[in-house]
């Protein structure tokens, strides 16, 4: 076969394979938002809980206090809706509900919001839908009080779902605080080392695309969201967060060149939920690991079964420009 009729081939072969759902990393986080000003970021679950299994017009509610740093507003508001179990029977469905904001008394309908969904990937009795549904709240969330989002799911087919909580993303603008620089990344990738899945396929990598100067940086933090993170009980390494380190090493001389040479890192069992609150939200400093350029993260499965929603860094700069 010649080469032209070789690339035809392929070609052919890349339209006609679908792009199928699994237990491993095959649906990484998209960066929907990267910008550079004076600020801060905060991410908060605020009451969530668990909601058990929602019928048709049944309700669930998340309360947020907001309190923005002094002389600051509000410039980016997101909602993240992370649901589970979305089924009619025992077969996976898609959700259907209602969402909106309160605010004094005043309910705002919100938008339909962009879905991200995931499955296990193959065919079984228990394949349910899971997944996140991200709303923009621009302009409705514009300053200090207390905030409500709350859903009603409005199927009239029978089918029901579960909510794990719901997160609330705030960017603020402020020109007395640092610059600060940050990537934004959403989606869903369902992770689960079982069924011939091994820890090294259920790893899902979010890339921060960009070049730094790790010099005048003061800061850095890294933020992760995990629905269903950390509920599975076991002494071992049941999930792990890579922050630039690739997820295979050496033992013992992998670790002894990061002290050596400096390089990434990675961490052990960060997320933990329980039967009330089943998301789980980590934050930890990584100024000491950045790159110049092509930093990334991952997060891996080692039997634990959880989802990957939400990847933030946000860098802090020690002058007005970051290089």
């Not at 990267?34 to 600020?39: C, F, K, R, V, Y």
């Not at 990061?258 to 933990?272: E, V």
């Not at 100024?287 to 946000?314: C, M, R």
Request: hydrophobic share 35%; glycine share 10%; proline share 5%.
């Amino acid at each position: 076969m010649d080469l032209k009729k070789a690339v035809i081939l392929v070609n052919l072969l890349l339209l006609i394979t679908p792009v199928q759902a699994s237990y491993a990393g095959d649906r990484p986080l998209q960066t929907v938002l990267h910008d550079e000003h004076p600020g801060d970021l905060d991410f908060s679950l605020g009451d969530s809980r668990y909601s058990g299994e929602l019928e048709y017009n049944e309700s669930y509610r998340v309360n947020f206090s907001v309190k923005p740093p002094a002389g600051s507003s509000i410039k980016i508001a997101k909602a993240y809706v992370y649901w589970v179990w979305s089924k009619k029977g025992l077969a996976g469905i898609y959700p259907k509900f209602n969402a909106s904001l309160e605010h004094s008394g005043r309910a705002v309908p919100l938008q339909q919001g962009k879905m991200y969904t995931d499955t296990k990937g193959f065919v079984s009795r228990y394949d349910f839908f899971s997944g996140s549904h991200a709303y923009d709240l621009g302009g409705e969330i514009s300053g200090e009080g207390n905030y409500s989002l709350s859903l009603v799911n409005t199927a009239e087919d029978g089918s029901t779902f579960c909510v794990q909580g719901i997160g609330l993303l705030l960017v603020y603008e402020n020109p007395e605080l640092p610059v600060i620089e940050y990537w934004i990344t959403e989606g869903c990738d369902m992770l689960y080392a079982e069924y011939g899945i091994d820890p090294e396929m259920a790893t899902s990598t979010v890339y921060f695309e960009g070049d730094i100067n790790p010099d005048n940086v003061a800061d850095a933090r890294l933020i992760t969201v995990s629905p269903s993170g950390g509920y599975s009980s076991g002494s071992e390494a049941r999930n792990k967060l890579f922050f630039n380190e690739k997820t295979r090493s050496i033992p013992v001389i992998g670790d002894l060149i990061q002290i050596l040479f400096g390089g990434g890192k990675s961490w052990k069992n960060i997320y933990q939920t329980d039967e009330t609150v089943q998301v789980a939200l980590d934050e930890r400093p990584v100024a000491a690991y950045l790159e110049p350029a092509g930093n990334f993260a991952s997060v891996q499965d080692n039997g634990d079964y959880l989802l990957l929603t939400n990847a933030i860094l946000v860098i802090e700069y020690k002058e007005s420009e970051k290089s």
